[in-house]
Nanobody
């Protein structure tokens, strides 16, 4: 059973920064793509960023240049560094593990951590 536990959310002013962390259980972390989704009230869940086992990264256009996803395989942890935060970044952020295919969808989800950007 894979467990994904997020932390690091909170309240921050516009222009501020937060770093989210996700610790994964199990032995498959190093060979799976990991990612972060977010969902704001009344909006669809959207993919924010993902990182492959080879550390190839992809970002939503809305966060490019501001967010950085990274991973530490020794710690089974994936991070999302969020800089220059905007009110529209307010959402619950979910850590995900993707399936084994190159473009496989997520197969495990964390419980989420709230990020609120407000003055």
């Amino acid at each position: 059973q894979v467990q994904l536990v997020e932390s690091g959310g909170g309240l921050v002013q516009p222009g501020g920064s937060l770093r989210l962390s996700c610790v994964a259980s199990g032995s498959m972390f190093r060979i799976r793509t990991m990612g972060w989704y977010r969902q704001a009230p009344g909006k669809q869940r959207e993919l924010v960023a993902r990182i492959s086992p080879g550390e190839i990264t992809n970002y939503a256009d809305s966060v490019k240049g501001r967010f950085t996803i990274s991973r530490d395989n020794a710690k089974n942890t994936v991070y999302l560094q969020m800089n220059s935060l905007k009110p529209e970044d307010t959402a619950v952020y979910y850590c995900t593990r993707f399936g084994g295919g190159i473009w496989a969808p997520p197969d495990y989800w964390g419980q989420g951590t709230q990020v609120t950007v407000s003055s």
